[in-house]
């Protein structure tokens, strides 16, 4: 059964830094685009980073110049570096990927249970 576990996540003062985690498992054979997105309370879910597997990245225009994200295509691994970190980045994260198994080429979208980051003094 394919997982996407999520780490790194917790309470930070604002200006700080946290990295967040996402592993994969599961009998996979490839795994496509994959994501950080957040919801916060009240607000819609929103995605924060993307990253193709040849390492195109996006971002949305509230984190540009102080997240990255990254993957570790071997591992089954993406990370979210999240630098000066603002009270508005607090929010539930959640990794998502286009994963792909055996004998499935349309492949499926899964999803980590999520990690909170809560920006606070």
């Known amino acids: 059964q394919v997982q996407l576990v999520e780490s790194g996540g917790g309470l930070v003062q604002p200006g700080g830094s946290l990295r967040l985690s996402c592993a994969a498992s599961g009998i996979i054979s490839s795994i496509g685009a994959m994501g950080w997105y957040r919801q916060a309370p009240g607000k819609q879910r929103e995605l924060v980073a993307s990253?193709?597997?040849?390492?195109?990245?996006s971002y949305v225009d509230s984190v540009k110049g102080r997240f990255t994200i990254s993957r570790d295509n071997a591992k089954k691994l993406v990370f979210l570096q999240m630098n000066s970190l603002k009270p508005e980045d607090t929010a539930i994260y959640s990794c998502?990927?286009?994963?792909?198994?055996?004998?499935?080429?349309?492949?499926?979208?899964?999803w980590g249970q999520g990690t909170q980051v809560t920006v606070s003094s």
């Open positions: 990253i193709s597997v040849g390492g195109t990245t």
């Open positions: 998502n990927a286009r994963i792909y198994i055996p004998l499935d080429r349309r492949g499926n979208d899964y």
